[in-house]
C-alpha cells in the first residue's frame, strides 16, 4: 500500500515553533477564547479600520471649524519646522566633533550615543518632559505639570493670530532637549558605560532639563525676576555641562591622561570629520537663535547676524591665543573658539548689538583656550573641552548681558553696567548661571551616583578602556579595513 504524504501547505502545524511568520498569528489568535472563528477575526480587523475612520472624522471635524490659512500663521509655523529640522541635525555635528577629537577605537561608540541620545530625548521629553517645562503652575514659579503627553488639538484662535501648533513647538523643544542631553557625551567620552550613558540621558530629559527650564521659559520665578536667556546658554548649554562635569568627576579621568599629575595631549583621530562637525554644527545654530524668536519676522536675520558675528570672534580669539600660548594655531582650539563664540552668544544674540556680539564670541574664543588648561590642571579629564565650551562659555554668554545687553527689541534702552543699565541685570542674571549651576549639580550627582549603585558603576573596565569602547560595547570597529596607528 503506497500512503500518499500530506501537502506540506495542507499539514496542521501544532507547534508555534513550527508556524511560517504567517501562521504564527494565527495560531496566537485561535488561542484565544473567542477569536478561534473566522467571524471573530472578521470583527478583529475591523478594529484599525475603525480607528482610522474615527481619526479621519476628527481631523474633518476639526478642519470645518478652522478659519482659512493666513500668511502669518503659515509663516511662523514653516520657519519653526525648518529651524527645528536645523537644530536636529545638529546632532551629526556633535557626533562628527567628539568622534574626531577622540581615539579610533572608541569611534562607534561616540557614534552610537550620539544617535540614540536624541531618539531617548525626543521619548523622554514627549511622554513627561514637555508637560513638566511648558504645563500648568503646581508650585508657583517653581514647579509645573500638565499630565503625561501633550495635547496637540489645533485651536481657531492659533490660526487667527498666526500662533504656532503645539506639534512644531514640541518638536522645536524636544530638540533643545537633544541638544542637553549630547552635550553631556563629549565629557564623558572613552570610559562610560553605553547603558548606564543612556539611562542617565533618560533621567537628564525627562525630569532635570525640563523643571530648571520652566524656571526661565514657562514664566517661572527667574522669569519674573528679569532674567534673560534668549536661546539656552545657560538653561541648555551649562545645564547640559554641568550634568556632564558630575559624570566626567565620578568616572575619573582615562587611562594615561595624567602621569606624574601632569596632563598628556590625548590626540583625536580625525580632525577632518571634527572640523566639518565644527561647520554644521554653525550652520545648526541659525536653527538654534533665530528660531527661538519663535516667529517669522523683522528680528530673525538680526539674530542670524550676531549668531555669525559671534562665532567669527570666537574662531579669531581662540586662534590668537592658543598661537601665543603654543606657539602655532591649534586646528582643536580653532574649532572649540568658534563653538564657544556660537555659545557665548545663545542667551543675548536678541540683546546684544552687532558690535557687542563679536566682542562677546572674542572673549568667549579667548576664556575656552585658558579654561581647558585650567579643568587639566584640576585633574578634571575633558575629552573634547566640552565643559569650556558650553559650561565656561555658557556662563558668559548669559553673564554679559548683564555687562553691555540693550532691550534690543523693545525700548532700545541699556540693560547692563556698562551700557547705562546699572548693576541690577547683572545680579539677574549672575544668579541665574548659579540657580542652574546648583540644581544640575546637585541633581545629577544623586542621578549618576543612583545608576552606579543599580547597575555596579558606571565605568567600564580597565581592559575593556584599553582595547576600545567599540569592541567591548559594540562588538565592531569604525574602521574594520584600516589598521591602527596606536589608537
Not at 549630547?182 to 548606564?196: C, D, N, P, W, Y
Request: charged share 10%; proline share 3%; net charge negative.
Amino acid at each position: 500500500m503506497t500512503t500518499v504524504p500530506t501537502s506540506p501547505d495542507r499539514r496542521r502545524i501544532s507547534r508555534l515553533q513550527d508556524a511560517s511568520l504567517l501562521e504564527g498569528p494565527m495560531m496566537l489568535f485561535r488561542s484565544i477564547r473567542g477569536f478561534s472563528s473566522h467571524r471573530s477575526l472578521m470583527w478583529l480587523a475591523c478594529v484599525p479600520i475603525a480607528f482610522v475612520g474615527l481619526g479621519l472624522f476628527n481631523l474633518s471635524a476639526h478642519a470645518a471649524e478652522m478659519p482659512d490659512l493666513n500668511a502669518a500663521f503659515l509663516a511662523n509655523n514653516l520657519w519653526l519646522l525648518v529651524a527645528t529640522i536645523l537644530v536636529i541635525f545638529m546632532n551629526a555635528g556633535f557626533a562628527m566633533v567628539e568622534a574626531g577629537m577622540c581615539r579610533q577605537k572608541n569611534a562607534v561608540n561616540i557614534l552610537a550615543k550620539n544617535l540614540f541620545v536624541f531618539a531617548l530625548a525626543v521619548t523622554a521629553y514627549w511622554f513627561v518632559g514637555y508637560s513638566l517645562m511648558y504645563g500648568n503652575a503646581i508650585a508657583a514659579g517653581w514647579l509645573f505639570f500638565n499630565g503625561l503627553f501633550f495635547d496637540p488639538s489645533v485651536t481657531p484662535e492659533i490660526i487667527s493670530e498666526g500662533g504656532l501648533v503645539p506639534t512644531v513647538d514640541f518638536l522645536f523643544q524636544a530638540a533643545f532637549a537633544g541638544t542637553a542631553a549630547t552635550i553631556v557625551s563629549g565629557l564623558v567620552a572613552e570610559r562610560v558605560k553605553f547603558g548606564e550613558f543612556v539611562v542617565f540621558s533618560l533621567i537628564l530629559t525627562a525630569v532635570i532639563y525640563p523643571i530648571s527650564g520652566s524656571w526661565q521659559w514657562n514664566g517661572g520665578w527667574l522669569s519674573e525676576a528679569g532674567f534673560i536667556d534668549f536661546a539656552g546658554s545657560s538653561i541648555v548649554h551649562s545645564v547640559g555641562a554641568w550634568a556632564g562635569l558630575v559624570g566626567a568627576m565620578l568616572l575619573g579621568p582615562r587611562i594615561g591622561k595624567f602621569v606624574n599629575g601632569k596632563a598628556q595631549a590625548m590626540p583625536g583621530h580625525n580632525m577632518a570629520i571634527a572640523t566639518l562637525g565644527a561647520l554644521i554644527l554653525w550652520i545648526g545654530w541659525y536653527g538654534f537663535n533665530p528660531g527661538s524668536q519663535l516667529a517669522m519676522d523683522q528680528w530673525v536675520p538680526y539674530v542670524a547676524v550676531t549668531t555669525t558675528l559671534a562665532a567669527a570672534g570666537g574662531a579669531i580669539g581662540a586662534t590668537v591665543v592658543s598661537t601665543i600660548t603654543s606657539g602655532k594655531p591649534d586646528l582643536t582650539m580653532i574649532i572649540n573658539g568658534i563653538l564657544a563664540g556660537l555659545v557665548s552668544i545663545t542667551a543675548g544674540c536678541a540683546n546684544l548689538t552687532m558690535s557687542g556680539a563679536w566682542l562677546a564670541g572674542l572673549v568667549g574664543g579667548i576664556i575656552v583656550v585658558f579654561s581647558v588648561s585650567a579643568l587639566d590642571s584640576l585633574g578634571i579629564d575633558d575629552p573634547v573641552g566640552a565643559f569650556s565650551v558650553h559650561g565656561v562659555c555658557g556662563i558668559w554668554g548669559t553673564l554679559v548681558i548683564g555687562l553691555w545687553g540693550y532691550d534690543v527689541q523693545g525700548s532700545g534702552e541699556g540693560l547692563g553696567l556698562l551700557t547705562g543699565g546699572g548693576f541690577g541685570q547683572l545680579w539677574i542674571q549672575f544668579v541665574g548661571c548659579a540657580a542652574y549651576g546648583i540644581w544640575t549639580f546637585v541633581t545629577c550627582w544623586i542621578a549618576w551616583k543612583v545608576i552606579g549603585s543599580f547597575f555596579g558603576g558606571i565605568r567600564v573596565s580597565e581592559n575593556e578602556e584599553i582595547a576600545g569602547l567599540d569592541i567591548g560595547e559594540h562588538g565592531m570597529e569604525a574602521y574594520p579595513d584600516f589598521a591602527s596607528a596606536g589608537n
